[in-house]
Structures are given as C-alpha cells and as structure tokens.
C-alpha cells in the first residue's frame, strides 16, 4: 500500500534530524544485539556493506505531533522505527522495531526496541509493536505521500497551466500541521521514478542496464512495473516535446511555457522558490524531464498510492456504514463516465494533432498493452516470490488497464478519481 517509503539503511544506528533538546536524544535505542542473530552470521557493518539492511523510519515523521494525538482517549501512537533483513531469498523480513515517544521526565525512557519472538509474551508484543509501524505506516502513506506528493505538490503547476497556457496546450487534527511539516524535505527533482530509487538506496545508477539503474532488491514489483511505464511515459514525452520544441531556441522563446514554469515555481511553492535543486528549463531535454515526471506522479505514482487501500487496507466503501444517496441512472446529471487509463482514448478521432503525435500515442498504446502483458507473466512466474506464490497477492497496481470497478488495478491518465 505505500511502496515508497523503504530506504535502504547507511548507517547503524539510525539519527533522528529533530532538535534534541526539544525531542529528546537523536541517536537511536537500536543496538546491535537486537538484530546481530538474524543476520545470517554476518555483522551488522557486514550486513550493511553488502546491502542487505533496510528501514522505514517514520520517527521524525510522527514524534513532534504525538502529544497532540495521545491526548485524545481513543487514540494512541509512537513514532516508529522498523529494520528489515533482505534474505537469500530476496523478501524483506522484519527484524527489530522501534518504539518512540516525547520526552516526560529523565527518569522514563521513551524508546523501546521490540525483537522477534521467543515466547507467547513477546509474540503478542511482536504483533502489537507490527501493528503500530502499520498504523504510522498507514498515516504516513496517506498523508504525505499520497495527499502531499501527489495530489497538493501538483496543485501549483495544474493551476499555473491554466493561468499561462492557451487551450491548445492542454490524522484528524494534526494532519494538516504533518504534511505541512513534511513539506519542508519535498523536492521535485527527487520525484522521478528513478531518482526517488536512488534517493532511498534502493537502487543504484548503473547505465549498462535497461532504464539506467541497478535495483538491489531484485524483485520490487513497484520499482520493477513502475520503471516499465516511467520509461514508455519518457519516450512518448520525447517524441512530442522534439515535435514541437526540436532546439532551446523554440523552448526560450515561448511565453506560454515559461511563465507556466515560473509561476509553478515563485507562486505555486512561494515558501520553497529560492531552492537550488528546482530543474532549469532550458533545452527540450529539460522539458522533457519536468513533463515525464509530473505525468508519472499524476498517473502511475497517484495510482499505486491511492488504488492499494482496497486491497491492502480494508477500502472502507467496500463495509459502509450507512448510504446517503440512491444509485444514479444513467441519464441522471451526475451518472460517472468510464475511465480513461494510460494508452487510452475513447474516441481517437476527436483529437485534433498532428499524425506524427496521434502515431507516437499509437505507439505508446502498443506499448502498454505490451507492459500489461509483461507484468501478467511476471505475476505468473514462481521465480519472483514477493508477487507469486502460496498466499502471496499479485501486484497488479501498476496492470495499466481496468475491467469496471473496484480491481485495484488500471493507471487512470488523470488524479481525478
């Protein structure tokens, strides 16, 4: 359900970022006799040398707004930590998990470290401590990446593509103060598909494979689907960007294009506009670059973001409570259309480009289905066990198409569901 969170861990023990006299000590409680015997008789520094750690740490995340949230009766959380090992058989096993809360008094510890099980006790423990990193997991999934990096981070440049271009260029209480505080760490050049991989350790770049980059978990169905449809988004993105802007000349002198850029940048992220690391649009490369990473965070990142709840996360409409309104028929005003995915166009002949572009969206659709033809045979194959195999689901969030309803799978062309 939230597949781009996990990082891969650099050093033992993990720092908190957070001003230690406000928050207690950043040094984690993690120590290596907690993990040291499920390593596979290597070392922890081994373990880490070979690549096999890794960590999704919601810590600094959850600590600062714990205080608010445990005040409320029905509602208990800690800031977690959670390390897992990657094993010979390439799945990630859980191994040592953090608990943290605020500081009260010097005398109460605020960190506890919960291991594997030996015992009925410390299963329950086990299974409580898995529990809360789900919970964090849960918040974090829907808040920050989900709400924050899909839908709020695009909001800027979708209202500055109104304003500049013509029309034929076409938790409760502390949530808001969580993605705000996240906010702070957001980078857009961090947001491709490959950049993000490299970001969190989980790849590395390497230019003798496919997409440019080595994937030290073998089989990460994400990455692996993800990096199929980032790169036929960055060929279609190719093939129309050197249509229409064949040198930095046609990019430079384009009002349009450039106001849209500046705005989304000094208006739409006004508090972030003095950042170094924002892109320059200069050369068709870079355009190239902006657009395919906002059409993959607008389609593919958004739906294996927001369509996992379902499956992985007890999708709520599926149990409702009460219902507030009848079916609508279909000449009822608000009857829903179907959806459009990726290499998908009802009615192709409305479109008005140019048939060297409606030949590259021919392509494109070729290729989809070719990917969604990949991704079945990769579900199918006993080889690839975090995705076949007794009690293991597929990975179909990232199957391009659809049949009607709820299939947690399809990566519609648009955020708006």
Request: one cysteine or more; proline letters at 8%.
């Amino acid at each position: 359900m939230n597949p781009v969170s996990i990082e891969r861990l650099e050093a033992f023990t993990p720092v908190s970022k957070l001003e230690d006299s406000v928050y207690g000590p950043q040094e984690s409680a993690f120590r290596q006799e907690h993990i040291i015997s499920q390593l596979d008789g290597m070392s922890v520094q081994q373990a880490i040398e070979n690549k096999r750690l890794f960590i999704l740490d919601c810590h600094d995340t959850y600590l600062p707004f714990l205080n608010s949230i445990n005040a409320n009766p029905d509602r208990k959380a800690y800031a977690t930590r959670t390390i897992f090992f990657l094993t010979k058989l390439e799945t990630l096993k859980p191994i040592a998990i953090e608990l943290s809360l605020p500081p009260m008094n010097p005398y109460t510890p605020t960190k506890r470290v919960i291991t594997s099980p030996v015992d009925a006790t410390t299963c329950w423990q086990w299974q409580l401590a898995k529990a809360h990193v789900c919970s964090n997991d849960s918040g974090a999934r829907e808040l920050i990446q989900h709400w924050l990096r899909t839908h709020a981070c695009m909001e800027p440049f979708i209202i500055a593509a109104r304003r500049n271009l013509s029309s034929l260029f076409s938790t409760k209480e502390s949530s808001m103060e969580i993605t705000s505080f996240a906010y702070r760490n957001w980078r857009f050049d961090m947001e491709s598909l490959p950049a993000d991989l490299i970001r969190r350790g989980i790849a590395e770049s390497d230019p003798t494979e496919p997409h440019g980059i080595k994937l030290l978990i073998q089989d990460y169905p994400y990455a692996n689907n993800g990096l199929l449809i980032w790169s036929a988004i960055e060929r279609l993105v190719k093939d129309y960007v050197n249509f229409y802007y064949p040198d930095l000349i046609h990019i430079r002198s384009d009002p349009e294009l450039n106001a849209w850029y500046y705005e989304s940048i000094n208006v739409g992220h006004a508090d972030l506009r003095h950042e170094t690391w924002w892109p320059k649009l200069l050369t068709p490369e870079d355009l190239v670059s902006i657009l395919t990473t906002l059409i993959w965070i607008s389609s593919a990142q958004h739906a294996a973001l927001n369509f996992g709840q379902y499956h992985y996360g007890a999708y709520v409409p599926v149990r409702p409570p009460y219902m507030r309104r009848l079916v609508p028929n279909e000449e009822d005003p608000d009857y829903p259309t179907d959806e459009e995915y990726l290499g998908d166009r009802k009615d192709l002949s409305t479109w008005k480009g140019n048939p060297e572009i409606t030949e590259a969206f021919n392509r494109f659709s070729m290729e989809m289905r070719k990917i969604e033809k990949e991704i079945e045979r990769r579900n199918n194959d006993p080889k690839l066990r975090n995705r076949c195999g007794a009690g293991v689901s597929p990975y179909q969030l990232l199957v391009p198409s659809s049949e009607p309803g709820v299939s947690c799978r399809g990566v519609p062309n648009s955020i708006s569901i």
